[in-house]
């Protein structure tokens, strides 16, 4: 039996018939956390164009659109299967209609903060806990703006849309990647894992405390599959897994993983209220590489569709969008593939809408859950559940 099928039969076994009477939560809001895997335009607000540069965008959007990817994100997807608007940028500051939300995500955020700024590292200033900041200052601003009436009114979300919102968090790949970068060995990476851990649990805490209740949260995916990962980093034929994917480093992803989940079922017994929903993203992104060529993604998983050169058509000098002069005028030397819709990657770090879409639909559902609950019932407590199975 394969494990997806094995699962499927587990979900179903726990999953009650009854859990389908209880209602859909009617979520009239989204505020997201996270890094370049659910950034809608923070970054490219922040440090303009070249955040973002084309061809990204350029399936969905038709222009690049603050997104790295081709198209649409995971956290467009959540929102379109939740009937509200794609999210904006919290930090874009031109004409943006908060009233369903705002994103707080930044491309090369990380949990911790980092102690070198965008400039030398390339991670981003804004961590988890300046984006919970944000959301609050924004809950208090947005109070006092909708006062002044007419088109601000319409403009910002209800206080009591703060209180029935979906929280929705995917972050901490990069607080993986940035000991790497400090040349740490993985024993060093996986010694701070417990303190980035504790990071974030504060900022859930601190979310639930200005009353957010249900919490939408990915874990991080097999960082060690990332041609990024695969062509910087040494790795050994040795470490390389049955797909080609290097296992130390997806090691230090399920290291980070299982004490994430240890945390949350410690946070579910301290925040009575809150529903919190673990989303095991690793899975689904592994079983995607894994199936690639019968999920009509082509034999090889690690082909970058975005790029120049190497290996797999990834060169970390040459990033997707990077331009150069040739005789006077400047060309785009990593461009798009010819149709990104065939490949899983778009960048070598992110990967493209065609996947992103395919990662959505399998989670969506609540099979890659714990609770094993769809995502438009992702506000009835584990508690609420637990009733239902007795
Ligand atoms: C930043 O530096 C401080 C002081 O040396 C250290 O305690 C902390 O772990 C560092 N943070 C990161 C993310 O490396
Ligand atoms: C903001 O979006 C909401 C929902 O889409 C809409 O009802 C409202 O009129 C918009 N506000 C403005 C000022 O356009
Ligand atoms: C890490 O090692 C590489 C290669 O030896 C070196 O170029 C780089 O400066 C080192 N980085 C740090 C932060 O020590
Ligand atoms: C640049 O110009 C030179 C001289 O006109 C020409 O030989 C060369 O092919 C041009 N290079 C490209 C890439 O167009």
């Known amino acids: 039996m394969k494990p997806t099928t094995m699962l499927l039969i587990y979900v179903t076994l726990l999953l009650p018939v009854s859990i389908l009477s209880l209602p859909e939560c009617d979520f009239p809001a989204i505020f997201n956390f996270g890094d370049s895997n659910s950034d809608t335009g923070a970054l490219t607000s922040m ?33 379109e ?23 707080f995500a930044t491309i090369g955020s990380t949990i911790r903060r980092q102690n070198t700024t965008i400039f030398q590292s390339g991670y981003s200033p804004i961590s988890l806990d300046i984006q919970y900041a944000q959301l609050s200052n924004f809950l208090k601003r947005s109070q006092i703006i909708r006062q002044k009436g007419d088109v601000y009114k319409n403009m910002f ?43 974030f649990t504060t900022t859930i805490k ?47 992803s399920q290291y980070f993983n299982q004490k994430l ?24 992104k592994y079983s995607l590489i894994a199936q690639s060529k019968n999920l009509g993604f082509g034999d090889d998983p690690f082909l970058v569709c975005c790029g120049h050169g190497g290996r797999y058509n ?23 593939c010819e149709d990104p819709s065939s490949r899983i990657m778009w960048d070598g770090l992110h990967f493209t809408e065609a996947a992103n879409r395919w990662v959505y639909n399998q989670i969506a559902d609540g099979t890659y859950s714990d609770p094993p609950v769809p995502l438009k019932m992702a506000c009835h407590r584990n508690h609420d559940l637990r009733r239902l199975y007795l």
């Open 47 to 79: 440090f303009g164009e070249p955040a973002t540069p084309p061809p990204n965008g350029e399936t969905f959007f038709h222009s690049p659109a603050g997104r790295v990817c081709d198209g649409r994100i995971l956290i467009d997807f959540i929102a």
């Open 81 to 103: 299967g939740l009937g509200l608007p794609y999210l904006s940028a919290h930090l874009d500051s031109m004409g943006t209609n908060f009233s369903h939300g705002a994103n």
């Open 157 to 199: 979300p209800e206080k009591y849309k703060f209180a029935s919102a979906l929280y929705t968090f995917d972050i901490g790949q990069n607080d993986l990647t940035a000991g790497y970068q400090l040349n740490m060995s993985t024993e060093q990476v996986k010694a701070y894992i417990p303190d980035v851990i504790a990071e």
């Open 206 to 252: 601190n979310v639930y405390a200005l009353g957010g209740r249900s919490f939408w949260i990915h874990n991080t995916g097999p960082v060690g599959c990332l041609p990024y990962i695969l062509d910087t980093l040494v790795i050994t034929a040795a470490q390389l897994d049955q797909y080609g994917c290097a296992a130390p480093f997806n090691d230090v």
């Open 261 to 284: 989940k240890e945390a949350i079922t410690q946070l579910r017994k301290d925040l009575h209220l809150a529903a919190i929903t673990y989303v095991d993203i690793y899975s689904v």
């Open 314 to 336: 990834f060169n970390n000098a040459m990033r997707c969008g990077q331009k150069k002069m040739v005789n006077g005028t400047e060309i785009v030397i990593a461009k798009s």
